[in-house]
Nanobody, 124 residues
């Protein structure tokens, strides 16, 4: 079955960097759009970055210029490179697999498979 396992979350100072990883298994990895979402305490889950099967990316305005999504199809692994981290980036970060090859929207209904999350905490 589809399995997504995130890692790389940590506690860092503002201005620092982290790289999150998501190891995928149980399906042909390169056939589906993948995304990173996050959820801060008391807030709704929001889309952060997504990448489709052609390598085209989408990102939230709040992370523009600071976060970059990438993937290694040979390793079935999705990454989120985060730099210039801010306290407001503190959240649980989730990897998700879309039902589709292309990105259509940030609707969580488009993303049917989710990892368990990895915590990122940024202190000022």
């Amino acid at each position: 079955q589809v399995q997504l396992v995130e890692s790389g979350g940590d506690s860092v100072q503002a201005g620092g960097s982290l790289r999150l990883s998501c190891a995928a298994s149980g399906y042909p990895y390169s056939h589906y759009c993948m995304g990173w979402f996050r959820q801060a305490p008391g807030k709704a889950r929001e889309g952060v970055e997504a990448i489709d099967v052609n390598g085209s990316t989408r990102y939230a305005d709040s992370v523009k210029g600071r976060f970059t999504i990438s993937q290694d199809n040979a390793k079935n692994t999705l990454y989120l490179h985060m730099s210039s981290l801010k306290p407001e980036d503190t959240a649980m970060y989730y990897c998700a697999r879309s039902y589709y090859r292309d990105f259509y929207s940030w609707s969580q209904a488009d993303f049917g498979y989710w990892g368990q999350g990895t915590q990122v905490t940024v202190s000022s």
